[in-house]
T-cell receptor, first 115, second 110 residues
Framework: GAVVSQHPSWVICKSGTSVKIECRSL??????MFWYRQFPKQSLMLMAT?????????EQGVEKDKFLINHASLTLSTLTVTSAHPEDSSFYIC???????????FGQGTRLTVV | GQQVMQIPQYQHVQEGEDFTTYCNSS?????IQWYKQRPGGHPVFLIQ?????EVKKQKRLTFQFGEAKKNSSLHITATQTTDVGTYFC??????????FGTGTRLTIIP
């Protein structure tokens, strides 16, 4: 299967700082990338959908100014958590697809802890 | 709304027993996918169902798509400890909207 690399796998940051998470499709061009947040023992909550070269589409309740998404190329999307607070601590995971009706390939996830 | 309900939320079974998880939608789906997430890991694609009434098998796993394309199930026969994890369905409503079910966490009692 295709490979999606997400970096970093874990990060600890101080309250008020910003953290950037990268998601790369290593061996295919991803038309669309998705960003999810997962709380312990819960499902994947879609935060936003991003297509290369256009603005991300955010789900209701997700602050776009807090969670900045950039999809600069067909193989790279980034999520920046700005002015992080302890309540932003979570597991963030990206996925990439070749097309909307194809399987999603997931990154390894990033565990963010804000202290 | 375009939501998909997945049940049960948790399932504890004795090793060797069968397991089934269900996903239900109030609207017709274009297709549905199933994923497995091991503890501490990321979701991994298992299968995609597209046709009405479709049944697919992968060894001890049987996937079904309802005739009306509104529900789907994943059945595991004779569970093993390696089946532990959370199983998610991912519903495609056909309007570029894809939604994950809430997941079913399977634990196995050896």
């Amino acid at each position: 299967g295709a490979v999606v690399s997400q970096h970093p796998s874990w990060v600890i940051c101080k309250s008020g700082t910003s953290v950037k998470i990268e998601c790369r499709s290593l061996d295919f061009q991803a038309t669309t990338m998705f960003w999810y947040r997962q709380f312990p023992k819960q499902s994947l909550m879609l935060m936003a959908t991003s297509n290369e070269g256009s603005k991300a589409t955010y789900e209701q309740g997700v602050e776009k100014d807090k969670f900045l998404i950039n999809h600069a190329s067909l193989t790279l999307s980034t999520l920046t958590v700005t002015s992080a607070h302890p309540e932003d601590s979570s597991f963030y995971i990206c996925s990439a697809v070749r097309g909307l009706n194809t399987e999603a390939f997931f990154g390894q996830g990033t565990r963010l802890t804000v202290v | 709304g375009q939501q998909v309900m997945q049940i049960p939320q948790y399932q504890h079974v004795q090793e060797g027993e069968d397991f089934t998880t269900y996903c239900n939608s109030s609207t017709t789906l274009s297709n549905i996918q199933w994923y497995k997430q091991r503890p501490g890991g990321h979701p991994v694609f298992l299968i995609q169902l597209v046709k009405s009434g479709e049944v697919k098998k992968q060894k001890r796993l049987t996937f079904q798509f309802g005739e009306a394309k509104k529900n789907s199930s994943l059945h595991i026969t004779a569970t093993q400890t390696t089946d532990v994890g959370t199983y998610f369905c991912r519903a495609n409503f056909g309007n570029e909207k894809l939604t994950f079910g809430t997941g079913t966490r399977l634990t196995i009692i050896p």
